[in-house]
T-cell receptor, first 113, second 115 residues
């Protein structure tokens, strides 16, 4: 069984400041990790994914995430946020079957002017 | 992702009525997934289908819920005799194959409100 914990339900940050959204997972098998963004009343858009290889993954909109196996974490970062980054961010994990994603409960990022 | 089309976007049903949610996958995708998002929660997997086959329905409630993906036409998620607790956003997703690394593309969701 897999599970995902997003430690912060809400993260307010000022425009142009850096941000880190935390994600920890648990799994008994190899995992594949994803970050999705959801704007209000819209579907989910993939930001980035980790499958294998380099532990630092770069995604769209200037986001990146680092896979840390020893700490079972996959934190999302951006060095300088914009107002338009205000959205809900979901971390997700899938196992070897890749048939279903297990999502965290989400982190609402609010960028303040 | 605009490529996965869901309708209706918003649906209001009275308790006891039936709700039908439709999903057309992206062109070239033969794998469809349904997820449910309850208020203030993340998405929960419901069912995974290929054309004319249910592959994994481990996340589907045992009663009142069913899903199909016919040879022709969209995938349908059907909820019979809806109750207030069924109020949620239902997301469909599709992928070309179900393999490690394949990106799953989500539709914009169908918001069901049961009154």
């Amino acid at each position: 069984a897999q599970s995902v914990t997003q430690l912060d339900s809400q993260v307010p940050v000022f425009e142009e400041a850096p941000v880190e959204l935390r994600c920890n997972y648990s799994s008994s098998v190899s995992v594949y990790l994803f970050w999705y963004v959801q704007y209000p009343n819209q579907g989910l858009q993939l930001l980035l994914k980790y499958l294998s290889g380099s532990t630092l993954v770069k995604g769209i909109n200037g986001f990146e995430a680092e896979f840390n196996k020893s700490q079972t974490s996959f934190h999302l970062r951006k060095p300088s946020v914009h107002i338009s980054d205000t959205a809900e961010y979901f971390c997700a994990v899938s196992g070897s079957s890749a048939r279903q994603l297990t999502f965290g409960s989400g982190t609402q990022l609010t960028v303040l002017p | 992702n605009a490529g996965v089309m869901q309708n209706p976007r918003h649906l209001v049903r009275r308790r006891g009525q039936e709700a039908r949610l439709r999903c057309s996958p992206m062109k070239g995708h033969s794998h469809v997934y349904w997820y449910r998002q309850l208020p203030e929660e993340g998405l929960k997997f419901m069912v995974y289908l290929q054309k004319e086959n249910i592959i994994d329905e481990s996340g589907m409630p045992k009663e009142r819920f069913s899903a199909e993906f016919p040879k022709e036409g969209p995938s349908i998620l059907r909820i019979q005799q809806v109750v207030r607790g069924d109020s949620a956003a239902y997301f469909c997703a599709s992928s070309p194959q179900s393999q490690i690394g394949n990106t799953i593309y989500f539709g914009e969701g169908s918001w069901l409100t049961v009154v």
